[in-house]
């Protein structure tokens, strides 16, 4: 069972709608439960295996009042906007800054984002892996080193 270390205070409805009008949809059930539960955290244990990537960590789950920035959602999401596909709100990263995703065009299926692969070249295409049908499913499949 995953445990969510230092999770932020529960986020409000209104900051969610806030959240999805910037970002231009609807979070899926799921997320928007957990941003409703402990926004945002360090998740124990914290290693996902990936298809056709390999094993990597899960940083960091971001949330909505993170009192650290660069673990926020509307920072990673402006931060981030140019290398995004449309549909697609960035909720966590790695240790080397690469991203996971949740896409609206998947219906709330997480992706990760492979930024060292294009790193430096913002015309290359991002390198995307599929991880998790959704949410709850890429929880789930944490594991220990």
Known sequence: MT????????????EI???????????????????LKSDGGRPSPNIVDIDGFGA?????IFGIGRDVESSRLDW?????????????VPIGCDSGGNLFVI?????????YLDLEAVYG???????EYPVAADFDEFIGRLRDL
């Not at 999401?77 to 995004?84: G, S």
């Open 3 to 14: 445990t969510i270390m230092n999770p932020g205070r529960p986020a409000t409805e209104a």
């Open 17 to 35: 709608a806030t959240l999805e009008r910037r970002v231009g949809f609807g979070l899926p059930g799921q997320f928007r439960a957990f941003l």
């Open 56 to 60: 990597t960590d899960v940083q960091v």
């Open 76 to 88: 990673n999401f402006d931060t981030f906007r140019e290398r995004l596909r449309v549909g697609l």
């Open 103 to 111: 896409s609206r065009r998947d219906a709330g299926a997480v992706v």
């Open 121 to 127: 070249d913002l015309e290359a295409a991002t390198p």
